[in-house]
């Protein structure tokens, strides 16, 4: 099995101390500036699970959860830094961090590269600066951002991580500075945890749209966090609705449903699960292809409905082997003797 979202903590700034230059170490001690100050989650809520270290995720994950290869995610907010420059070195300590801390570490550990995704041309060059480096598979790209994903600004960006042969990552989160609704600022944390997968759907719209992957012929994407079962119907509005217009936007030469199920994979958890659990698997039948959705525990993310217990017993053999471990295996292009 490939568990294609699992946490690791956000480093502490004293974690990451060591590995920045002495002029960003005497600016962090003798400033108010003591690193990324927003969190994607409120503090000790459910979804934002507990903070473990290397040992905690070795047992939940590999022994217990009996992963063979667990793909990992930094949610630092590297995005909430408005200073470019404090941004960028934060990026780069945290990159440095996670490769010293838990990829050499653990072999049985992949990561995600944190980019500055608010500065485009700084995450670039970050990525370049780590995509060889043993153990990062893909770049890790908050939902929430400054400028819809399908802008031509982050055209260059999604190029770069074509180029790198890495997964672009979008997951849950981001801190940039308007609200996480279209009509303001919510009240409650659950307005905003509920109202994301409508902001999946509007990155997933911009990305077609935009022309991306007509752009970038062989850019891979995987939504993590992002929940799947309001795809089917996204799609078809989608397919409807450029019959119509696709004369406004020429580039787009298919219907986007085309592109979503050759560029974008899903990880399972969270599970929106209708009250029916049967209803389930007439769901993942409208998706339209057995190759989308990928095994994700979302370690250590407590939720209400445990994806792979609910959802893999009610699939086929085959369909279950798939999101498993094959459909990871194929996307990430990880090689058979990894993790088997």
């Known amino acids: 099995m490939i568990d294609a979202d699992v946490h690791i903590p956000n480093p502490r700034i004293q974690d990451l101390m060591p590995l920045l230059p ?4 005497e600016h962090f001690n003798n400033t108010v500036d003591k690193g990324a100050s927003q969190e994607y989650y409120p503090p000790r809520s459910p979804v934002a699970g ?18 063979e290869l667990a793909i990992s995610s930094c949610l630092y ?4 830094v408005h200073n470019p420059d404090v941004a960028a070195a934060l990026a780069t300590a945290t990159n440095d961090w996670q490769s010293r801390e838990w990829l050499e570490r653990e072999p049985r550990l992949r990561g995600s590269i944190v980019a500055p995704i608010q500065l485009p041309a700084a995450a670039a060059e970050e990525i370049e600066r780590c995509a060889d480096r043993p153990g990062f598979v893909q770049v890790l790209i908050p939902v929430r951002t400054e400028h819809p994903l399908g802008s031509r600004l982050y055209h260059p960006l999604w190029k770069t991580i074509e180029r790198s042969g890495l997964v672009a990552a979008v997951h849950f989160g981001g801190a940039p500075v308007m609200p996480p609704t279209p009509t303001g600022w919510p ?4 307005e905003e945890y509920t109202a994301m997968a409508q902001v999946f759907a509007t990155q997933l719209t911009s990305m077609i749209v935009e022309g991306v992957f007509d752009a970038c012929p062989d850019l891979r994407v995987v939504f993590l966090e992002s929940g799947f079962t309001w795809i089917p119907a996204h799609l078809w509005r989608m397919d409807k609705e450029w019959r119509n217009l696709r004369r406004l936007v020429p580039w787009v030469r298919r219907p986007p449903s085309d592109y979503f199920r050759e ?26 292809s057995e190759d989308l959705l990928l095994y994700a525990s979302d370690y250590p993310h407590i939720h209400a409905c445990d994806a792979g217990d609910l959802l893999l017993r009610l699939l086929p053999d085959g369909l279950g082997r798939k999101i498993r471990s094959e459909n990871a295996r194929s996307f990430y292009r990880l090689p058979e003797e990894e993790g088997g």
């Not at 002495?22 to 170490?25: A, D, I, L, M």
């Not at 995720?57 to 022994?63: D, G, H, I, N, S």
């Not at 009240?187 to 659950?190: D, E, I, R, T």
């Not at 560029?263 to 339209?288: F, N, S, T, Y």
């Open 22 to 25: 002495e002029h960003w170490v």
């Open 50 to 67: 507990r903070r473990g270290g290397l040992a905690e995720l070795r047992e939940a994950v590999f022994e217990q959860g009996g992963a």
């Open 77 to 80: 907010a590297v995005d909430s």
């Open 187 to 190: 009240s409650f944390f659950l």
């Open 263 to 288: 560029h974008v994979r899903v990880g399972i958890q969270p599970l929106d699960a209708p009250p029916d659990p049967a209803h389930l698997g007439e769901v993942v039948d409208q998706l339209g």
